[in-house]
C-alpha cells in the first residue's frame, strides 16, 4: 500500500517513476520539481530520465539548463570519485590486501541501469580490519589526511564506528571513506566481513572488488535503515530499487538467494523494511511470497510507526511550506536510527554532545 503523500511529494514521486507525466508538467510545477529533486540529490538522475525518454526538445530552456547542470554534475564527481579510487589503487600498489568499492561507484562498476545519473559525494571503500591501519598510513604517507576533529569525534570513529575518519587527497580534496564493516561498532547487529568479502565480485582488469548482488542490496537497505537518519534519503531507497529491479532480472533465483543471505546475516528485518518501502513507494515488482521467507520481521507497532514517519522524511520538504509532521519524523526517526546503534550509556553523552555542539555553531554564526 503506498502511503499518503501529499502533493509537493507526488510531484517529485511522478517525475521518477512515470517520465512520460513529465510533457504535461506546468513551469510552476517544472521549477518546484527542480528544487525538490536538487534537495534530495535526484537532479541528475531526473535528466538522465529525460534524456532516455526523448523529449528533451520539449523542455522550457530555463528547465533544460537546470537539468543539464545536475547531470554535469553528476557525471564530474563520479569522474572525480573514480581518478580518486585509480589514485587509491596507486598508492596501495606494493600492498597486498583486498579492497571492496562500495556505493556510487562500486554501482558504476557493476554497471546498475541509471548510475550515471547519479550523484556521488565521495568514494566508499570497505578493507579488511587486520589491514586498516596499513592502509591508512600508507595514504597518509602519500598525499592524503584527516579533516581536524575535536577529541570526542576522533574517539567516536576510532572506537565506536565502523570506518576511520575521513581521508581527503591535499590537492583533489575528494572525500574517501574507508570501512571496515559495514554497521557500526557500537550496535546490536553485528556482520561477518569475511562472508562478504568471500563473495565479492572481481572487477575485470582490475585488482579490486564490488559486493555480490545480494550483498549489494542488502548494504544498501542497511545504509537507509540502520546507519542513517532517513531524511531526504529518498536517493538511496531510489538506488535500492534500482538494484532490485536489475539483479531479479539478471538472476532467476534472485529472491531466494537474497532473502536467505539476509537470514545468514541477520539482517532479515532490515531487508524486510527495505523491500517493503521500495515496494510501496516505488511499486518494486518484489514477489509476495518473499516477506515470508525472512525469519525475522518487524511488529505491528513498528510497522505501523515506520509506514507513517518514513515517507515523511524520505521526501524533501516543501521549500516554502515545511510541515510540521515532516520535522517531527525526521525527528523521530533520528533518535531512532541513534537507539539502533548505541547502547544507551554512549547513546546519551552522545546525544548531550552533539546537541551542546549544535548550540555552540549557532552561536557562533
Known sequence: MRPDLPPHCQTLLQGLINPARLIDYSDSHWELLIRLARRVKLLGRLAFLVKEHGFWNQLPPRIASQLSSGLVQAEKLQQLNRWELNRILWALNDFDTSIIVLKGVAYGLAQIPYAAGRLSVDLDLLVPKADLADIESLLMVKGWRHLPLSAYDEHYYRVWSHEIPPLIHAER?????????????????????????????????????????????????????????????????????????????????????????????????????????????????????????????????????????????????????????????????????????????????????KTVRKLQFKKQK
Request: hydrophobic letters at 50%; proline letters at 7%.
Open 173 to 353: 580534496e575528494t572525500e574517501v571513506d574507508i570501512h571496515h564493516t559495514l554497521i557500526p561498532v557500537t550496535s546490536r547487529l553485528k556482520i561477518d566481513t569475511k562472508l562478504l568479502f568471500d563473495a565479492a565480485i572481481p572487477v575485470k582488469d582490475t585488482t579490486i572488488s564490488v559486493l555480490s548482488p545480494v550483498d549489494m542490496v542488502i548494504h544498501c537497505a542497511v545504509n537507509l535503515f540502520q546507519n542513517n537518519e532517513i531524511a531526504n534519503d529518498l536517493r538511496d531507497l531510489l538506488d535500492l530499487h534500482d538494484l532490485l529491479v536489475f539483479f531479479s532480472m539478471q538472476e532467476i533465483d534472485f529472491w531466494i538467494r537474497l532473502t536467505d543471505r539476509a537470514n545468514q546475516l541477520k539482517l532479515a528485518r532490515i531487508v524486510y523494511y527495505g523491500l517493503y518501502f521500495s515496494q510501496s513507494i516505488f511499486k518494486t515488482p518484489v514477489p509476495e511470497e518473499i516477506y515470508n521467507r525472512l525469519h525475522a520481521r518487524p511488529g505491528r507497532l513498528n510497522m505501523w510507526l515506520m509506514h507513517r514517519l518514513v515517507p515523511l522524511a524520505l521526501f524533501p520538504q516543501h521549500p516554502d511550506k515545511p510541515a510540521l509532521s515532516a520535522l517531527l519524523a525526521r525527528l523521530l526517526l533520528y533518535l531512532r536510527s541513534h537507539m539502533i546503534r548505541m547502547p544507551f550509556y554512549i547513546l546519551l553523552p552522545h546525544l548531550f554532545y
